[in-house]
């Protein structure tokens, strides 16, 4: 498989179009969860472009007369009462939240399946009505009703990777028609491919290879990717667990809402990676004409050191791609790149509240990612903690952030209940990040940072603890690539699919949507 990194591509199709960051499935209080919308819309502005919180509506074929599942059931049927009873309140703040160019929001919710498959129903605006479908083919039909009264909606399959018949999606009746993505990444796990990253360990049960996506495609079946958190504590974004990127021209429901329909989306699990895709110059979502030979464009700029960089053919894998690592990029002078601050730790059940700030000596400030966690409850009868809005950051000054954050250590030794800042930071070696944290003082330089974290306590040996996290150089950041795949050695085929997936050294991935390449018969 070739590969030529000065190949004269076709015009970049992402251009003028941006990658704009979103959570448009999780839950609150609205039904069963926890927390206020309010609260929810409050956390999602924090560190997302867009959001939809979702309300639980309604469970057609609910297993019922189980007495294992009776205080489920009731949980159940008390939620979908209580969005009913809600859902003038959720319309209004969904609007009043909405600002276009700043922060969009969208109306959504809930319809459970054990036959087809959870589906999220969503409106391009913050007015709808909930339906309570006894199938799916009478949700679609009330949908396309909708639609030619003007208002059109989605149904978004999700957690797609459990058993047919048993909450996972059922391939034999979903159609692109109004699912033209699936959410792929959440809370749940990964349900790309049965060897995927992040294996499902919710109650609910383990994957299944024939509801994977790969399955899906495999199928003939024509969608693209999204993650979402699924996230219950009013967090919208809840970094780690999954969030969608829209390559939109402009920050806008019409412009969100078209991404989706053009599958011109990816899942990420948290951190920001910029990916781009495309074959003979078509982007991901798209179906490309017949052609023997496909030229791959791929260009990655990950929100930490990235790992590899895998493209992939109808589930295979062909080429994987990682960073330049020279003598020219590693001695060039100067610092560009990103490096951050972690904090949390400490005995498990403790509370700290944080305060911290950071200014960065001898440098620039370039951008600020925030990666913050919300209270992680995932079964609902869970007791609730007393706030679920405990987050907020500013810049103070042109080198200078504050941040007012809350952990209660981690929940498991491998689950991560840290708050994170990211800083991308213009400078040199010489260039320190100094920070208060909780009124201890530490700093380092970016020369040290290089090297590796550092770390720290408040108060001694198992008090809560920070880190700075390692300074990592753009050049490590990046990888762009063309490859050319040559099919013309191969039987008459049908439709080609490509996608690509990236892995960053510490744990965050992306799964660009597909693009299609048309079969053709050859020569």
């Known amino acids: 498989m070739p590969v030529d990194p000065t190949a004269e591509l076709a015009p970049n199709p992402y251009d003028g179009l941006r990658p704009l960051v979103g959570d448009i499935h999780n839950h609150c209080g609205i039904s069963y969860g926890h927390g206020s919308i309010e609260d929810a819309y409050r956390n999602a502005a924090l560190q997302l472009d867009f959001a939809s919180v979702t309300g639980h509506a309604w469970w057609h074929d609910m297993p019922v007369g189980d007495p294992r599942l009776a205080e489920e059931e009731a949980y159940h ?36 399946s054990m036959t087809y498959g959870d589906h999220c129903v969503y409106y391009p605006s913050s007015h709808g009505p909930i339906i309570r479908a006894d199938s799916l083919e009478e949700l679609r039909r009330r949908l396309r009703a909708s639609a030619r009264a003007g208002l ?6 999700h957690h797609i990777g459990y058993r047919k018949g048993w909450r996972g999606i059922n391939w034999e009746t979903y159609t692109e028609e109004l699912s033209p993505v699936a959410e792929i990444v959440s809370m749940h796990g990964c349900g790309e491919s049965e060897r995927a990253p992040r294996n499902y360990l919710h109650t609910m049960g383990p994957r299944d290879a024939q509801s994977m996506a790969y399955y899906g495609l495999q199928q003939g079946r ?16 809840s970094h780690g667990y999954g969030r969608m990127v829209a390559w939109a021209p402009e920050l806008s429901r019409e412009a969100i809402w078209q991404a989706i329909l053009d599958r011109r989306t990816y899942a990420i699990t948290g951190d920001r990676i910029d990916l781009q895709s495309s074959v003979n110059g078509y982007p991901m979502g798209a179906i490309a004409p017949a052609a023997r030979h496909r030229r791959i464009a791929v260009d990655v700029t990950g929100g930490d050191a990235v790992d590899q960089v895998e493209v992939i053919r109808n589930g295979a894998v062909i080429h994987t791609a990682r960073p330049a690592n020279d003598a020219t990029t590693t001695s060039r002078p100067g610092f560009r790149g990103v490096t951050g601050l972690a904090v949390g730790w400490g005995k498990a059940g403790i509370v700290t509240d944080w305060e911290v700030e950071i200014e960065v000596r001898g440098g620039r400030l370039d951008g600020i990612e925030p990666r913050l966690r ?21 810049r103070s000054g042109p080198g200078c952030l504050r941040l007012r954050t809350r952990t209660s250590s981690n929940p498991t030794v491998l689950t991560n209940g840290t708050q994170q800042v990211a800083l991308r930071i213009t400078g040199d070696d010489r260039t320190e990040i100094a920070a208060t944290i909780n009124g201890v003082s530490a700093r380092y330089a970016i020369g040290e940072l290089r090297n590796g974290p550092r770390s720290g306590y408040t108060s001694g040996f198992v008090s809560p603890a920070f880190q700075f996290l390692r300074a990592v150089t753009d050049d490590e950041r990046r990888v762009a690539f063309t490859i050319d795949d040559d099919r013309r050695d191969t039987a008459p085929i049908g439709r080609d699919w490509y996608h690509v997936r990236v892995r960053q050294a510490n744990e965050q991935w992306a799964f660009g949507s597909p693009t299609w390449v048309n079969g053709t018969t050859l020569t």
């Not at 024509?222 to 974004?237: C, K, L, R, Y």
């Not at 009868?381 to 679920?388: E, K, Q, R, V």
């Open 77 to 112: 049927r008390e939620g979908f009462r209580r969005l009913a009873d809600q859902w003038d309140r959720v319309q209004e703040v969904t609007e009043s939240v909405h600002q276009e160019g700043r922060f969009v929001s969208l109306l959504s919710f809930e319809w459970h």
């Open 152 to 157: 059109p909606g989605l149904a978004i399959p």
């Open 222 to 237: 024509v969608f693209g990717f999204i993650g979402s958190t699924d996230h219950h504590s009013a967090h919208p974004g």
């Open 374 to 394: 919300g209270v992680d409850i995932v079964d609902p009868l869970t007791p609730p903690p007393d706030s679920y809005s405990f987050s907020e950051w500013q």
